[in-house]
């Protein structure tokens, strides 16, 4: 059965909910962090809202209406609609009602390069709602290749979470057992996409022997095939150079893996794709090369999806020459950040299509981590903030200028992600039936990133100063108010896993291609038997 928008709408009014647990068992043990709470006032799932007089916004269509949630599931979207004295009544008037966010790209307390990140699954989804996402999709890494140990270890760690997640899962090596294991992650667990490491040479790294035989098995399971693209080998060579050439700070990072290395990488993941004919995501695309890459790809009718993340949209590799260490280091990050203008084609880029949805790639090493790596750039651990900022950035940086509509924005911040990863429109859209995830969109007020203020656990911030239109207001997270009035009221052990099912929209017509390809061979050709 295909789930369409309005079977899905027709569905839910019987279905019942899974009641989120109210224990505060986290509490006792002083998890916390910033201003929120953790109180026996906790609102309930059960609370009733009334979202009323404001623009309502889905990807495709935008509307004055009100928005009337129960149970934690929208149950009604229409003008002028009229509730009791129990109903809590938030006024939009003004302002815009949009999807919360989805992040398609995280790391929460992700162990990488001797270490562990500084957010887990409490602080950075804190962090998150602050910022007006109420989804994420964080990447289960196995242990010690066993995919059924990561994922139990991961179950662990979400134990504390306070909003909605699912899991991507990491390949990083190639047998049978493994391969029996990625059909047990789509079939029992919920998981609806593989990724697959070009680079980290030694570490996460694979071959293309193993990208292809990776590749085979998620196009027979429906799972979608996500590629870190950097030609590992070369990044290794060249950070090498770098150190016999005495670059040791943290522009040794950015010189190391040039743009051209990330395009190679992309280009060879794209045509091995195309020869097994299975759909392909590229994660966190930051140069130029790799978009034209991609670009090329979709206008010949490759079913490939392109992900730019908060910082490259942001940023410019500038910041990796600053003479301060402390300062340089905190924007190392890899694919790394690249010069000036690779960003400003990268955002024409998502208004055109080209790309189509954005993530963050959020990996939180704090300035003592960083430091591990002062005299030898490949040791300081790789990533950047943004679970918190994406939303505001995506908002000044591409509506405020024009480059969008509201509507996009929508779609490339939240239904997109839905979509791609099938768990549209239970997510992703304010329709009946929906969940209630929800935000409020000021777009006459305005924002300011700052470490000091931010609800990350991060001593530092990529963004630090930066000010902008658009702020979000209200996070509405399973029908509950958990951001308003600048502060968080949220609690460990009540978010929920998403399971995501296999066969999203990118597989349509793939059995079609195969078929038409199979038509094409003329082969085997029938030859005479020699009579000598």
Request: aromatic share 10%.
């Amino acid at each position: 059965m295909k789930f369409t928008p309005q079977l899905f709408i027709t569905l839910t009014f019987f279905f019942i909910p899974f009641s989120l647990s109210q224990s505060n068992q986290f509490c006792d043990a002083g998890i916390g962090h910033g201003d929120s709470t953790c109180a026996a006032d906790f609102p309930s799932s059960n609370s009733k809202l009334l979202i009323k007089g404001g623009t309502v916004v889905n990807a495709h269509h935008q509307q004055i209406a009100d928005v009337y949630v129960e149970n934690g599931i929208i149950l009604a979207v229409n003008p002028n609609i009229r509730v009791g004295d129990e109903v809590t009544v938030i006024d939009a008037t003004g302002k815009y009602v949009m999807p919360g966010g989805i992040d398609p790209h995280t790391h929460l307390e992700f162990e990488f390069m001797d270490t562990t990140t500084v957010d887990d699954f409490f602080s950075g989804q804190a962090a998150a709602l602050a910022g007006g996402t109420t989804m994420h999709i964080d990447f289960v890494i196995p242990l010690k290749g066993s995919l059924t140990a990561g994922f139990e270890a991961y179950e662990k760690k979400a134990k504390k979470s306070c909003m909605d997640y699912g899991f991507h899962m990491a390949i990083t090596k190639w047998d049978e057992t493994v391969s029996r294991e990625m059909e047990i992650m789509v079939k029992e667990k919920g998981i609806n996409s593989f990724k697959f490491f070009m680079a980290y040479k030694g570490a996460l790294m694979i071959n293309d022997e193993l990208l292809l035989e990776g590749l085979k098995k998620c196009k027979s399971l429906g799972a979608l095939a996500m590629v870190h693209a950097e030609n590992g080998d070369a990044v290794y060579e060249g950070q090498k150079k770098m150190i016999e050439l005495g670059i040791t700070g943290p522009e040794g990072h950015a010189l190391s893996r040039p743009a051209v290395m990330e395009g190679e990488a992309t280009a060879r993941a794209i045509r091995l794709a195309d020869f097994v004919n299975t759909p392909l995501y590229v994660v966190h695309v930051m140069s130029i090369d790799a978009m034209e890459e991609i670009a090329k790809a979709r206008k010949s009718g490759q079913r490939v999806i392109g992900e730019p993340v908060a910082s490259g949209l942001a940023l410019d590799e500038s910041w990796l020459w600053h003479p301060d260490f402390e300062i340089a280091a905190k924007y190392v990050m890899s694919p790394p950040i690249r010069k000036q203008g690779h960003d400003k084609a990268l955002q024409a880029a998502l208004s055109r299509g080209v790309l189509q949805l954005v993530g963050t790639d959020h990996c939180a090493f704090n300035s003592t981590q960083k430091a591990f790596g002062i005299d030898d750039f490949r040791k300081i651990p790789n990533g950047v903030n943004g679970i918190e900022e994406r939303m505001h950035l995506v908002w000044d940086i591409m509506v405020e200028s024009g480059q969008i509509s509201v509507t996009d924005y929508v779609r490339l911040t939240s239904t997109e992600c839905a979509r791609i990863f099938n768990i549209y429109p239970r997510k992703g859209a304010i329709f009946p039936g929906s969940d209630a995830d929800i935000i409020i969109l000021n777009p006459n007020s305005s924002f300011e990133i700052t470490a000091k203020s931010h609800h990350s656990r991060l001593d530092t911030n990529v963004y630090e100063g930066r000010r902008g239109k658009g702020k979000i207001e209200v996070t509405i997270a399973g029908g509950r108010i958990v951001w308003e009035n600048n502060e968080l009221k949220i609690a460990p052990g009540t978010g929920r896993y998403i399971q995501m099912p296999p066969y999203s929209y990118l597989f349509d017509g793939i059995d079609k291609k195969d078929a038409f390809y199979l038509n094409s061979l003329q082969a085997p050709v029938k030859r005479a038997k020699s009579s000598t």
